[in-house]
């Protein structure tokens, strides 16, 4: 049996729990047994918690027995961006300068998972800072993507999407402020969420951009991040861009068809906009085939060339990034990596000028977007102009036609975007999907996600990390 949990989704795993068939103990152990076995290939986690993991197991068991029942992540092993301030728990952003940094309280999202019984396996690697690319000079080396050692993950929450795809928990949490979710989700092969800005509290979380920083969760599929985004969708009045709204039905979404769906292409992102690799494009047209037999309606729309939202994003970004770093900058310039300084010495030598134009730019992209989306649900682009690229491409610079994502443009409109794997390359990685909605709709996106993840068939297929299982086995 234990050579199987470490398949089972969250949904699975929950009702198996339910019903007694498997108990939290039993399952965190072969997640920790796993992770022991494995993770020394892709450096997923900075730093296992064994000890305290098998505690919450034992409580999780003791509480289902005595038919306390929380819900479905009660006793669900999961992971945790080392973004996510953990209370007594070392919480580093992977940087040498936080390495000491122990926080005294949970962070908002980290208290509301532990309220509904999760587990936590651990702290899981990240880029630096969560901008810092993949980098060999910070205290832990980087993590690799399971589908092939030698290639990227992407980031930041490099450490989250390896860890899910490669079956060493069952859901962990990402951050997004350009695509930190969606980027390793395309590459890892699994489902991955930036909400609605503001759905989820962000207090607690090692901040980026004040104005694009989103916490979200990444899974095997997008029913189990329906499940996490469940908990996790709550009011914050200590955050103060915690958005005070109902929050929807996510699990209730899922499984109710899309017959009547109003889906928008933004064709002109990867036709025109990006290079972007033809086998891309044909799961994209395959997606679209089968939204359409399935009585979804299927236009084009445009929006402004992608490289606006890039522009504008950065700016922004960037600028918010040094604000947050300048003193430490300043300070212990030593203590980052070559490309984490860098990245966040730039937003030096933008102007406010500059910002503050940015920002009107933002106002008028987010007005597009909004008479754009009257007459579609959702929108559909790929995520990722290829498949995984190979360790330390995704940190390059490049030029504006080569970026590997389409991901900003959520970050600066701030609605959901969910990316999911909608095939395989000849090659056998992961391609990508996209779907985007309205403010507050992530249930939509969520829901057009577990549709195509059924129909294309694309979560039966999970990495095999061979060498590593036979040498255990020898």
């Known amino acids: ?23 939290p103990v039993e399952l965190t152990q072969a997640f920790l047994g796993r992770i022991a076995m494995l993770d020394g290939q892709i450096n997923s986690f900075i730093l296992v918690l064994e000890e305290q993991a098998m505690a919450e197991a034992r409580v999780a068991e003791a509480e289902i027995a005595a038919g306390h029942w929380k819900g479905p992540l009660h006793g669900i092993p999961i992971g945790l961006k080392d973004i996510y301030n953990t209370a007594g728990i070392a919480t580093t952003g992977h940087s040498a300068l936080f390495r000491d940094h122990v926080p005294a309280e949970d962070a908002t999202t980290v208290r509301l998972l532990r309220e509904a019984g999760a587990i936590n396996l651990g702290k899981l690697a ?7 690319g993949t980098s060999l000079d910070l205290p832990w080396p980087p993590a690799r993507n399971p589908w092939n050692t030698a290639l990227d993950t992407s980031g930041s929450s490099s450490g989250s999407g390896a860890a899910v795809a490669a079956g060493l928990c069952m859901g962990a949490m990402g951050s997004d402020t350009g695509g930190s979710i969606r980027g390793p989700a395309a590459w890892c092969g699994i489902a991955g969420i930036k909400p609605t800005y503001g ?3 962000r207090r607690g979380i090692l901040p980026l951009s004040f104005s694009m920083d989103h916490a979200g969760p990444m899974c095997w599929t997008a029913e189990d991040c329906a499940i996490m985004m469940q908990v996790l969708a709550a009011h914050d009045h ?3 861009g915690s958005a005070d709204v109902p929050a929807p039905d996510f699990r209730g979404a899922i499984g109710t068809g899309v017959q009547g769906l109003r889906v928008g292409v933004v064709r002109h992102f990867f036709e025109k906009d990006i290079e972007t690799d033809p086998e891309v494009v044909a799961a994209l047209e395959a997606s679209l085939d089968v939204l359409r037999g399935a009585g979804a309606t299927i236009s084009d729309v445009t929006l402004a ?11 922004i970004s960037r600028s918010e990034a040094y604000a947050v770093h300048e003193h430490w900058l300043k300070t212990s310039p030593e203590k980052y990596g070559a490309y984490g300084r860098r990245r966040l010495m730039a937003g030096a030598f933008v102007e406010a000028a500059d910002y503050v134009n940015a920002m009107r730019h933002r106002a008028r992209l987010v007005a597009e977007l909004a008479e754009v989306m009257r007459d579609v649900d ?19 610079a490049g030029p504006p036609t080569r970026q590997p994502f389409f991901n900003r443009a959520f970050n600066v409109t701030g609605g959901p975007a969910v990316s999911i794997c909608d095939g395989f390359s000849r090659a056998g990685l992961p391609l990508s999907l996209q779907i985007a909605g309205r403010p507050f709709e992530d249930h939509l996106v969520l829901k057009v996600g577990d549709f195509l993840e059924r129909e294309l068939g694309t979560r039966a297929t999970r990495p095999v990390l061979s060498d590593a299982i036979a040498a255990a086995a020898e």
């Open 126 to 132: 990240t880029w630096e800072f969560a901008i810092g």
């Open 1 to 23: 049996m234990d050579q199987d949990l470490h398949h089972l989704t969250i949904a699975q795993a929950s009702r198996m729990i339910s019903e007694r068939k498997v108990s």
């Open 199 to 201: 759905l989820l509290s």
């Open 238 to 240: 200590l955050d103060p």
């Open 305 to 315: 060339p992608f490289g606006v939202y890039g522009a504008v994003g950065s700016l």
């Open 378 to 396: 959702v929108l559909v682009f790929p995520t990722a102009r290829g498949t995984a690229e190979p360790l330390g491409e995704d940190s390059m």
